[in-house]
DNA sequence: AAATGCTTCAACCGCGCTGGG
DNA sequence: CCCCAGCGCGGTTGAAGCATT
């Protein structure tokens, strides 16, 4: 039994708006508002329509001040960004973006955007490849096709850009310790065990392959990049506050050549270097996609201190930015000028975030 | 010029959440 | 506390337009 029809099917249009049923809407709600009731709307404006069609038709294309294509760089940029961050949360990220509707910004993540990070990702990755002379594989040793049925569902599109950054980021992070990981049903090991056994290179070995070693230089970064997202929020929080709080995974070598141990958790099997190179590579792309400005900067003490989730989990505070509760909210005030949804329920949903995507 | 394939995006669907009764 | 109507969201669909053969 589902559940009950949210309106009469039978008695309903469906399809396309005509231009007589747009002019009815707009009008109606120009004078009386919504009335706050989008089940009862159609009846009181006279249109054939579900109340859900006509909120859908107003939030997205009726309603003032809407824009349509044409994103901007600076647009493209926060949206890779957030979706980075926070996953396909659209109302959210349309938050971020005045006069731009979640609906706009999916289709044009799906269709557009998305493209083009795996289809840079593809080029690159097929650069690296040819000089080995090998097949050709993404960074993960799977058979790279960005329109794989792998990459068609777009959780696990998501978790795989997701695990790509914080992989090259942290290689001790939660991705590459399978004993942190939390025990699974059968059939989720049986499927993780089928997708590790298409990868014919693991990701590290691959990388070792493409490229050599790095020799660490003193007081030099070796690697770990500040991520676009980090740059982006690093920016924008300048902007607000004129100051630079953000953190970001970047690894030093200290006056004794050794890794800086407050920011880099000690290696465990997996290289340094080879990471290093990683981001480095993962880096260039992702800049190169993002266009964003890589910014020098030196984690400092007490700014860690401010992430001790982060210390008690034994990783440092990655440089996938996550929105910082009190930063979210006054970034979301200052920058949301547009009306609608809100942009953050609570800061419960963002603890979430950071929980579910650093564990 | 016609056929076919591909891309785009408006609209629909169904589910979770919320608040009022 | 429970139920239910309505809202809002994310995923999906399918028609229209465009590109290619």
Redesign the pocket.
Known sequence: M???P?CDKANVK????SPEEDAKLKAYIDQHGTG?????LPQKVGLKR????C???WL??LRPNIK??GFSEEEDNIICSLYISIG?????IAAQLPGRT???I???W???LK?KLLGRRKQSNMNNMSSMGGETKDANGQEDDSYSPGLSS??FERLQLHMQLQSLQNPLSFYNNPSLWPKLHPLQEKMIQNLQSLNEFPNTALMEHALPSPQPVQGQKVGFYESPTAAKVNELEKSLHGISSSDNSVAFINENNSMDSTHVPKANGIEQSNAGIQASVFQAELDNFLNTKTVDFVPQEDQMAEFDCFKEMNVSKDGVLWWSMNDFDARSASLNAWES??VL?SQQIFQEYELGYNL
């Open positions: 589902g559940r009950a949210c469906k399809g396309p708006w706050g009731n989008w089940i009862a579900c109340g859900k069609s909120r859908l038709r997205n294309y349509h294509g396909s949360r659209w109302s959210i979640d609906n706009d999916k289709n044009y799906n269709t557009r493209k777009s959780a949804t809100s329920h």
